[in-house]
């Protein structure tokens, strides 16, 4: 498998140094297309944590997610985090309202800057 694309890597680090969530990316994986907004990995695991205590069935795993962090992160980024993305299917985006996913940079094949816009008209 080819090491992580450097400038994928380098928009990972700076997501993650700026703590902001601005930046839109697409990205092919095997299997799917994932469009979206890049947040922090921080961010990220805060809004999966309020999902998952928003379900009285699926509150214990919230913990997981808000772990106190160990303060020893990796050198360079392993994974992005996207919020509000879709995977892209055809004409349409899932979910509509856009969802969480954790994406390994290891496994993005093609990449673009943007947030892929789709329409069923």
Known sequence: MAPPDDLLVRIAAMVEAEQQSQMSLTV????????????????????????????EELRPFAAVFTAPDTGQKPPRPTHLHFHLARILQGTMGIPDTGGMYRVALADVSAWTVGDIAYSDQ
């Open 28 to 55: 092919v994986l095997p299997g799917a297309v994932i469009t979206g907004r890049l947040a922090p990995e921080a961010l990220w695991k805060e809004r999966v944590a309020e999902v998952l205590r928003a379900s």
